[in-house]
């Protein structure tokens, strides 16, 4: 692709947002409130302030979850989708360095061995949210009501998937918490291979099924 300004806000939009949403959700899960609901809300709000700021840049995928299955349902080219997922997990390891740094400790690896159980639940949220995302801009909310649209449904997300999983929904995020270990074999398969394969159904369950013929759902928003 073409280096152009437009692209690399783009891509920055998509890094800075998941570092920031990452760390919002790593400062609730270890402060005296680091309970489901406060973790859920925290994101919430995070992700519905990051949508309405950094939207109309990149469309605010923040998941690479959410860009693989938009992907899959050719609502985003490959080579976009490639480079979204690539600074996604950067934002989210940033996040973590960034954490480490200013609080001088580590995180305690929380990924666990594989379990169905937990992948199931990982993947379920995961639905929750992609399907909900896409339903938002496919009827064309924008501004404050896609915002809190899109926050509501992570949110849900997260409390979903929190019955028998740390509640992530997000691969970056999960790197950024320290549940997944990439260089190893600790959470892949709950905390990425259960988020991407909800991601891919919450897409397509939403524009395959449920979605208006003349709906379509964009990366972005309008061009100004």
């Known amino acids: 692709m073409e280096i152009s300004k437009k692209k690399i806000a783009m891509l920055g939009a998509e890094f800075l947002g998941t570092g920031l ?3 919002a959700i790593i400062s609730v899960k270890t402060s005296g409130v680091g309970y489901s609901f ?4 925290g994101a919430a709000l995070a992700y519905a ?3 309405f700021v950094l939207g109309s840049n990149s469309g605010a995928h923040l998941n690479p979850a959410l860009t693989i299955g938009l992907w899959t349902s050719r609502k985003i080219k490959s080579a976009p989708a490639v480079l979204y997922v690539v600074v996604q997990l950067l934002g989210g390891w940033a996040a973590y360095g960034l954490y480490i740094y200013l609080v001088k400790t580590h995180l305690q690896n929380t990924g666990g061995a594989f379990s169905v159980r937990v992948m199931v ?6 639905l929750v949210f992609t399907f909900g995302w896409v339903a938002a801009v496919a009827q064309k909310y924008e501004g404050l009501l896609l915002g809190v649209t ?7 997300g997260v409390l979903v998937a929190a019955i028998a999983s740390n509640g992530l929904i997000n691969p970056a995020i999960a790197i950024g918490t320290h549940a997944w270990d990439v260089f190893g074999s600790s959470g892949w398969g ?8 909800g991601g891919v159904v ?3 369950l939403y524009n395959y099924v449920f979605s208006p013929v003349t709906a379509k759902v964009k990366v ?3 061009k100004k």
């Open 21 to 23: 949403l990452t760390l």
């Open 38 to 41: 406060f973790v859920a809300l």
């Open 49 to 51: 302030v990051l949508t």
């Open 121 to 126: 639940a990982e993947a379920l949220g995961t």
């Open 150 to 156: 899109v926050g509501a449904s992570l949110a849900l």
């Open 190 to 197: 709950n905390y990425v291979l259960g988020p991407v394969v």
């Open 202 to 204: 919450g897409v397509n």
């Open 220 to 222: 972005a928003s309008k």
